[in-house]
């Protein structure tokens, strides 16, 4: 058990750190390869929505079908998917507009100078994004722990795709806090320090969900993380892969994501 949650955390906490790789390419990179990011989230997107439907669901339900009769069972399982999606559609109800992760920033905006007036307006926008992308991934953090319990095949497939969307949030906190301090030192360091919220995610769920972890608890947990999957792929994944979109790149690579991950699932599994 030690090993399987020490290799679960790892799996957080380089899913949570792929923001650092959103600010470097925001550093070193001179335009944003937007065919790239397009189909990267859009495979992001596919990974996540299929694993969450085709596998996660079916496993809560299993779980609470076998404790709670094929009726009741059911029942619960929807409540669990149906209440992840909720909980992680008022986490972004309550952001601040100001720091909402969904905005997309691209690499070149690094070139345009702010006036002086925009400066205080930038730092704060960049901390609030930093904040909301930190609140945001909490629940991330507690889906791939999960996950990783679970299946360790799962956990990496899902740790993937989670590592993915980040890359864009990190240039989403990179770009306004270098724009205020001109401190790209500064700018890496809240970028990178904002996907920390994953690996904290996941030892919340182990100090207070691992102790009270029946069969019970496995299915709705599980229905949940599902709900937050489908909720995150959705409202943020492919609305931000469109607007990286060129000639379809988002919807190819949701089809390659799912038949990725179908494929993974099947040679894994036997």
């Given at each position: 058990m030690d090993g399987n949650v020490l290799f679960a955390l790892g799996l957080t906490v380089f899913a949570g750190l792929?923001?650092?790789i959103g600010s470097l390419l925001a550093f070193f990179t001179s335009r944003t390869n937007k065919k790239f990011l397009s189909v990267a989230l859009g495979f992001s997107a596919g990974v996540m929505i299929f694993v969450a439907l085709v596998e996660i669901f079916f496993k809560a339900k299993d779980a609470l079908v076998a404790e709670l009769g094929?009726?009741?069972?059911?029942?619960m399982t929807l409540v669990g998917f149906f209440g992840g999606m909720v909980f992680i559609g008022l986490i972004d109800r309550l952001l601040p507009s100001l720091g909402n992760p969904h905005e997309v920033k691209s690499v070149e905006a690094m070139d345009i100078?702010?006036?002086?007036?925009e400066h205080a307006r930038l730092m704060k926008m960049g901390m609030f994004t930093a904040l909301a992308i930190g609140i945001?991934?909490?629940?991330e953090g507690i889906a791939t722990f999960m996950s990783a319990m679970s299946d360790p095949n799962l956990g990496i497939a899902i740790a993937i795709a989670v590592a993915i969307h980040n890359i864009p949030e990190g240039i989403a906190v990179a770009v306004p806090i270098y724009y205020a301090t001109g401190s790209r030192k500064r700018a890496f360091k809240l970028s990178f320090l904002s996907g920390l919220a994953e690996p904290v995610g996941a030892i919340v769920a182990f100090l207070i969900l691992m102790p009270f972890l029946s069969d019970m608890m496995f299915g709705i947990v599980f229905a949940g993380v599902a709900g937050i999957m489908v909720f995150i792929s959705l409202d943020e994944l492919l609305p931000a892969a469109k607007?990286?979109?060129?000639?379809?790149?988002?919807?190819y690579g949701v089809v390659a994501g799912m038949m990725v991950m179908a494929a993974s699932l099947v040679l894994f599994s036997v």
């Open positions: 792929a923001t650092g094929t009726t009741n069972g059911y029942w100078q702010p006036t002086s007036h945001h991934n909490f629940p607007e990286f979109d060129e000639t379809h790149s988002s919807i």
